[in-house]
Nanobody, 125 residues
Framework: VQLQASGGGLVQAGGSLRLSCAAS????????MGWFRQAPGKEREFVAG????????YYTDSVKGRFTISRDNAENTVYLQLSSLKLDDTAVYYC???????????????????WGQGTLVTVSS
């Protein structure tokens, strides 16, 4: 199984980025997907998740209204649209896959089965 995250970069505060995570080696349409992030000196935290049918999404409070998670099961890809970026959004962003039941979004990172390598998002003032 491989999860390949991409799309990170340097962006000014208030700007936007779209992260992608391409999956292979698993039945992508049967996995809930999540995005996590780890800022310098901090623990990794949940950012957003989407059920495998895309009928359920969930966001941590700090990104609600600014980030949007979506998926394309035909392309085996999950996306995270980042908008109105803040300095505090600077982090390495990871995608992860979980063999969760239909309609479920998983917040607990210990429940995830597979992880991507991370992509760095740096927000500058």
């Amino acid at each position: 199984v491989q999860l390949q995250a991409s799309g990170g970069g340097l962006v000014q505060a208030g700007g936007s980025l779209r992260l992608s995570c391409a999956a292979s080696g698993l039945t992508f349409s049967r996995y809930a997907m999540g995005w996590f992030r780890q800022a310098p000196g901090k623990e990794r935290e949940f950012v957003a998740g989407i059920s495998w049918g895309a009928d359920t999404t969930y966001y941590t409070d700090s990104v609600k209204g600014r980030f949007t998670i979506s998926r394309d099961n035909a392309e085996n890809t999950v996306y995270l649209q980042l908008s109105s970026l803040k300095l505090d959004d600077t982090a390495v962003y990871y995608c992860a896959a979980d063999d969760a039941p239909s309609g479920y979004v998983v917040v607990d990172q210990d429940e995830y089965d597979y992880w991507g390598q991370g992509t760095l998002v740096t927000v500058s003032s």
